[in-house]
């Protein structure tokens, strides 16, 4: 039997664990709101980077990572965007749409900051991972996407979020995320891209097609629960979702 806190027994005597339980999912639940996480976020920034001094960066050498992978995500982390980290609002809540247990361990792959995992949990998710070129935060492993640092099967859910562009070999990338996925579990990708006729030959900064995007994980993908390619109305930058199951043994 599970061991229960002393806290728990006491709400369970008083028969206060239920309601104790639901008054704590409302607050979760203001983290979905980009200001409210952006605080959040920024305050525990100040804390563990500034006051504790625990900003760390992973200096690798050259390899599978672009140079400038973290000098530019260093620079965005300012303001609401940079600490809310809105881009990837849309491929967390497809995410929290597929019926699937929210205490299943997720593992989410350059966050940035924290806002990414606050999302997540404000979206029901509680066993919530992070690995980054930098980290100052406990809940945010310093590690490269290339050798993640993990078992196998470790993880019921992969997100990588806007991480593919700063990979010189994207399809290493893809396999480290299928190896430590369970078999069945879920992976969801998204990259920006730009009007295919305008992207410059040889530039390696986008996934030029949304099928190139997820060639980087066959023949592992088994059913597709999400999509969104190329919109119907012209932008300067576009973002190309994808959410998927695994199937291993292949």
């Known amino acids: 039997m599970e061991a229960q806190s002393p806290l728990l027994r006491c709400l369970r005597t008083l028969h206060l664990a239920e309601p104790a339980y639901r008054l ?3 607050f979760y639940q203001f983290l979905r709101i980009d200001v409210i996480r952006a605080v959040i976020a920024a305050l525990r920034y100040f804390f563990f980077a500034v006051v504790c001094r625990r ?3 992973l200096h690798l050498q050259a390899g599978d990572v672009k140079e400038n992978a973290v000098s530019h995500n260093r620079r965005h982390m300012k303001g609401v965007r940079g600490f809310a980290v809105i881009r990837s609002s849309a491929l ?3 995410l929290s749409a597929i019926q699937i247990s929210k205490s299943l361990p997720v593992l989410a792959i350059g966050p940035r900051t924290e806002g990414e995992l606050l999302n997540l949990k404000g979206l029901g998710f509680r066993n919530v991972r992070g690995i980054d070129l930098m980290s100052y935060s ?3 492993d310093l590690g ?3 050798a993640l640092p993990y078992k196998d099967s470790s993880f019921a859910v992969v997100i990588m979020g806007w991480v593919l562009t700063y990979s010189s070999n994207r399809r290493k990338a893809a396999l480290e ?3 430590v996925v369970r078999n069945g579990g879920i992976i969801a990708v998204g990259t920006a891209t730009a009007d295919p006729e305008k992207i410059p030959a040889g530039n390696t900064q986008w996934c030029p097609t949304w099928k190139e995007q997820l ?3 066959e023949p592992y993908i088994d059913h597709l629960y999400f999509a969104h390619d190329f919109p119907p109305f012209p932008v300067n930058q576009r973002n190309l ?3 998927f199951s695994v199937k291993k043994g292949v």
């Open 215 to 217: 060639d980087c994980f």
């Open 92 to 94: 967390l809540h497809a």
């Open 55 to 57: 900003f760390r960066v």
């Open 241 to 243: 979702l994808a959410i």
């Open 144 to 146: 490269d996407m290339h």
């Open 138 to 140: 406990p809940w945010i």
């Open 177 to 179: 995320a299928v190896r």
């Open 24 to 26: 704590k999912e409302f």
